[in-house]
């Protein structure tokens, strides 16, 4: 089908392209954008008012497929993925069975090509069964399509075998998506380590437990020049080390997700398990660090690291309660509102953070509105306020502590590979479950 998106403005990174023209796609590929295209098209969409971007991709998600169906499947995530504005995601390794293997990855990319409606990126696990004690078979995973290895959920404690890793990966130019958690300093904590853990009485995480492996992992892919990613950093002190190792020169990226940019360890409502998250949140002074770090470029990407449960998994004892929210439908509406709006990133720096440069830090042609390209794109209203709806939520869980906040900004047209998946803020019927 030939798509026509007329008067938009056209938000490019990777062209630097920030003005009003029109995009044409035929078939599956951009074909021109230009201003005031004059082609004949089957579908004409009218951007006006309407930022035209890149197809916005996920570094980190949990689509829990195999094995905890329950939370949620490749087909249900995947359409969460596309009302959240996404047209690519990639999933974590720790399902069940954990995704090892060429044969789990092979069997997660078909699942995704038969039941899913973005582009659905796997990533591997560093060692057999997230044990941290063997390797798994990177190169097997490598060459079936993994885009990266990760032990999501755990570091692998062992430094001489995440060192041996990060050789291994950079041979197969495969980033690591490094999970940064020492288990003996978190502990048995709940929330960070500070007044409110206190004033609650439960255990604290502190910061450190996150910094001492940063800092160790950091090191390592600097001693065997193998590319490091930084999943989900939430404190000063970890944006202070990313810092200082790009000026060393090592490879590394960074995320941040919007949970822990909004959100403080003050706005914990009681014991409400949906602020329950790891790392947990932190302190004012840490998420004004993530937001300078984000406009310094120091962490070059944002990620939701969606983490769907079962409501029995969240409504229980805050002890007792699984770490983690869902984050697709909501962090397009976040990140606007809190970073755009407020005047922390421009609207071409946004678009960066979430489409140009995950599509960097993979090694991949997408995240780009040049011609010739596929056709991923994403029509954002960047201008309409409305209240968070959970119970709408296209995802299967709720877990979400952003229920009824304010917030502006959502996708009204999600294309990918030139077919429209959302239109007008909703999944076409054709892919409603």
Known sequence: MDILIKN???????NNIDDIMDVF??????????KNIDENAEKIIDASGKWVVPGLIDLHVHLREPGYEHKETIATGTRSAAVGGFTAVCCMPNTKPVADNEILIEYIKLKAEREGVVKVLPIGAITKNQQGEELADIGKMAAVGACAI????????????????LKYASMFNLPIFDHCEDADLAGKGIINAGEKA???????????????IVSRDIILAGSVNAKLHLCH???????ELIREAKKRGINVTAEVTPHHFTLTQDDIEDYDSNFKMNPPLRTAEDVQALKQALRDNIIQAIATDHAPHHTDEKNCELERAANGIIGL??????????????GILTPMQLIEKMSLNPAKILGNDMGTLTVGSKADITVIDAETEYN??????????????FGGRKVKG???YTIVDGRIIVENAKLKEEFTL
Do not use: Q, W, Y
Not at 389 to 400: G, M, Q, R, T
């Open 8 to 14: 938009g403005r056209v938000i490019d990174p990777a």
């Open 25 to 34: 796609i035929s078939g599956d590929t951009i074909k021109k954008v230009e």
């Open 150 to 165: 990760s032990e999501d959920g755990h570091s692998v404690k062992n430094a001489a075998l995440m060192k041996t890793a």
């Open 198 to 212: 206190s004033l609650l009485g439960l255990k604290g995480i502190s910061n450190d437990s996150e910094e001492v």
């Open 233 to 239: 950093i939430s404190t000063k002190g970890s944006v």
């Open 329 to 342: 439908e909501t962090s397009l509406a976040l990140s606007i509102t809190e970073l755009v709006d407020k």
């Open 388 to 401: 968070i709806d959970v119970s709408k939520f296209v995802s299967k869980a709720k877990n979400s502590p």
């Open 410 to 412: 959502r996708a009204v």
